[in-house]
T-cell receptor, first 116, second 111 residues
């Protein structure tokens, strides 16, 4: 049972345009949501997070939107740059996941390709 | 630079031969995690330490064990690796709810 879903395995966007990566979740107990970027042969790099009490968080070119009623969040990257080409993971946590831990539940990732 | 370090980056072991993966951190974070990521799949939490308190995921096989001798170090022991245990193993640290910091991972190959 996949609690965090990223339904687009890949996304191609032209350089300079907006990239929108989507994520859906099923567990209403999730209260923090995080986005990570991963290059091949490297560990995930934290990008941005959002608490469930907010509906938007912005950091530079990255903005995350949360729609709790739809159990949906999205990451917007504006403008997209060639270095943004990577796999993006959506992750969620709840104080009660992982046996009481703050372990993250990840989606399978979306491979973002920025075309020149 | 403060960071999460994993050694080795690549580990090859034989079927059934015990192997230990190492993680160290200079961030002084109180929580350390181990995740397993198989090809084209989501990283999956195996277990974590909150300070010295060990928390095991319900579906983590008994073949996987962990040790945290001090704040800086955490080890993942695979007692009898099978072919299905070939994966990327990611260590992460945290001190607050809204982020975790990951190491570069150890790619385990089982022959």
């Amino acid at each position: 049972d996949q609690q965090v879903k990223q339904n687009s395995p890949s996304l191609s966007v032209q350089e300079g345009r907006i990239s929108i990566l989507n994520c859906d979740y099923t567990n209403s107990m999730f209260d923090y949501f995080l986005w990570y970027k991963k290059y091949p042969a490297e560990g995930p790099t934290f990008l941005i997070s959002i608490s469930s009490i907010k509906d938007k968080n912005e950091d530079g070119r990255f903005t995350v939107f949360l729609n709790k009623s739809a159990k949906h969040l999205s990451l917007h990257i504006v403008p997209s740059q060639p270095g943004d080409s990577a796999v993006y993971f959506c992750a969620a946590s709840t104080e009660y996941s992982g046996g009481g831990a703050d372990g993250l539940t990840f989606g399978k990732g979306t491979h973002l390709i920025i075309q020149p | 630079d403060a960071m999460v370090i994993q050694n080795p980056r690549y580990q090859v072991t034989q079927f059934g031969k015990p192997v230990t993966l190492s993680c160290s951190q200079t961030l002084n974070h109180n929580v350390m995690y181990w995740y397993q990521q198989k090809s084209s799949q989501a990283p999956k939490l195996l277990f974590h330490y909150y300070d010295k308190d060990f928390n095991n995921e319900a579906d983590t096989p008994d073949n996987f064990q962990s040790r945290r001798p001090n704040t800086s170090f955490c080890f993942l022991d695979i007692r009898s690796p099978g072919l299905g245990d070939a994966a990327m193993y990611l260590c992460a640290t945290s001190y607050r709810r809204d982020t975790q910091y990951f190491g570069p991972g150890t790619r385990l190959t089982v022959l």
